[in-house]
């Protein structure tokens, strides 16, 4: 049978190494920022979307998370040879790509679930489209999985095809509830919510292609090309899918947040209690640098 590249390469180049390296470097570092700011955030927008710059908040620390895991894991897998120009060869402990599908089967409904939030489609209307995504989410990583642990190129693209139709059920009714949802939106969000639409379909598009890497074979596809640029793939997906999603979120919340209660502007000093705004001033006349504590209401 035709074998595809190997799940656990014998070696890496130290240049590939250190490719990959810094791949999950960065994913940590934009990632977990990420997270913190959006849970320091979370205030300046109103109470309705409030749960859904959370929900992003929360995906990107799961992601964070398994990326130390997934960092950690790659080091004690490759571990460096004698000079630093050596080939790091593959030890005892087997390179896991499992934590990628926990992180997946993990994240993916939660990103679901803030695109909705941030719609404020309605209870009824937000509840009938999350049964409709999570189920098939779950099913996708579910049949993704066996194909991204086997050597062999049938399987791999069996369970492949498999897995996209799931897939390609999602990016369908996403895309087609973002374009509905367009007549609901306020003009200065419009714009913002056609990227999302194409975001979605762009950046989970990139999983499937790298997915595929390592069996499209070749020098520049096979082995340690292969093995590298499916690791950037899905690691600059993650980022961009979780991270920069998430901010994109974070922007639509704030606009609607804005428009729907003028209180929510963006004037640098104020923070938004769930009892409304709370002005902080510096009182600066005496170089004291004291803060007063004023509370507006409505």
């Not at 070696?11 to 977990?32: D, E, K």
């Not at 087997?94 to 990628?100: L, T």
């Not at 020098?219 to 590298?228: L, R």
């Not at 209660?261 to 004291?290: C, E, K, M, S, W």
Request: charged share 15%.
């Amino acid at each position: 049978m035709v074998q595809a590249a190997a799940v656990n390469i014998p070696s890496l180049s130290a240049g590939n190494f250190a490719t990959v390296y810094n791949l999950f470097s960065l994913a940590i570092a934009c990632l977990l920022f990420t997270s913190l700011y959006l849970v320091v955030s979370q205030r300046q927008v109103a109470k309705q979307y409030r749960n859904a710059v959370i929900v992003s908040a929360t995906v990107c620390a799961i992601a964070a998370y398994h990326y130390f895991r997934i960092f950690n894991n790659f080091e004690d897998s490759y571990p460096p040879g004698q000079t630093i120009d050596s080939a790091h060869q593959l030890s005892n402990i087997e390179f896991n790509e499992g934590y990628r599908y926990v992180d997946w089967f993990l994240t993916v409904p939660l990103l679901l679930l803030e695109t909705v939030a941030v719609l404020a489609l309605g209870r009824a209307a937000s509840k009938k489209l999350l049964f409709k995504l999570i189920p098939a989410s779950a099913l996708m990583i579910a049949l993704g999985y066996p194909g991204e642990i086997t050597n062999e190129v049938v399987p791999r693209l069996v369970w492949g095809t498999l897995s996209t139709i799931p897939f390609l059920y999602l990016l369908y009714v996403l895309f087609v509830e973002l374009s509905k949802s367009l007549e609901r939106q306020p003009e200065e969000v419009k714009h913002t919510i056609k990227m999302l639409r194409i975001a979605l379909v762009g950046l989970w598009g990139v999983y499937p292609i790298a997915y595929l890497f390592p069996i499209l074979g070749g020098d520049f596809f096979g082995g340690e090309g292969g093995f590298v640029l499916k690791q950037a793939g899905y690691s600059i997906a993650d980022i961009l899918a979780k991270a920069a999603y998430g901010l994109a979120i974070y922007k639509v919340a704030r606009v609607k947040s804005r428009l729907e209660d003028p209180d929510y502007d963006d004037h640098p000093d104020t923070v938004h209690g769930d009892d409304g705004p709370v002005h902080d001033r510096l009182v600066g006349a005496n170089g004291t640098g004291r803060v007063n504590r004023t509370a507006r209401t409505s």
